[in-house]
């Protein structure tokens, strides 16, 4: 009888504390290799969201891991970094560095080697649509500009105080209120 209380004892404890933490490694784990998933199959691909997801998520699904997250934060001063000439292959080669710290962490035979780019598959119109995806979004940036600009100069050429100072605007400081074609006030009649 003794024994089996204590069996019983054994398999409640068992059951109420080490259960949880298998249950709660076990989750760490698989977000810890969605992690590394997402990165790879988006690393040809840095505009992708699950790229940014990713790279954002490592504090805290490696958090505890210094390497990781020393490599990631080399990676983001790169990243950041607008002036380096070579700014592009080091983000690379920095970007294949975390993903093999990362794989190592995880128990994966990832090399720094084993990513290059030329062992990965994107497929050309999938370059091209991100190329497109890159270029619209400048688009829009300009689009907003111009249209912002436009909005000024109609709201000078109408009389209105324009809501958004003049100097505000790039470029359109060309056109000053003193200089802006005086408001339509009446409407000319028609002679014919």
């Known amino acids: 009888m003794i ?3 204590i069996g019983a ?3 409640i404890s068992v059951a109420y504390w080490i259960t949880p933490k298998i249950a709660n490694a076990r989750a760490v784990r698989d977000q810890q290799e969605k992690v590394l998933r997402a ?3 988006t690393r040809l691909s840095p505009v992708n969201p699950d790229y940014n997801n990713a790279i954002n998520l490592i504090p805290i699904d490696f958090k505890g891991h210094r ?7 080399k990676y983001l001063d790169i990243a950041n970094d607008r002036s380096g000439e ?6 690379q080669r920095q970007l294949d560095h975390l993903i093999a710290l990362l794989a190592k ?3 994966f035979q990832i090399s720094e080697s084993d990513l290059a780019a ?3 598959y994107a497929s050309t119109g999938s370059r091209i649509r991100e190329d497109l995806e890159i270029d619209s979004q400048r688009a829009w940036l300009r689009i907003a500009a111009a249209l912002e600009k436009q909005t000024v100069l109609n709201e000078i050429a109408l009389g209105i105080k324009p809501s958004t100072p003049v100097a505000d605007i790039e470029g359109a400081a060309v056109i000053t209120e003193s200089q802006a074609p005086t408001p339509l006030t009446e ?3 028609d002679h014919t």
Do not use: N, Q, W
């Open 187 to 189: 409407r000319p009649s």
């Open 86 to 91: 070579d700014r592009a292959i080091d983000l």
């Open 67 to 73: 390497l990781i997250l020393e490599a990631r934060d």
């Open 105 to 107: 962490a995880l128990g």
């Open 39 to 41: 990165l790879i199959m």
């Open 118 to 120: 030329e062992k990965f």
């Open 9 to 11: 004892l054994v398999a």
């Open 3 to 5: 024994g089996t209380a």
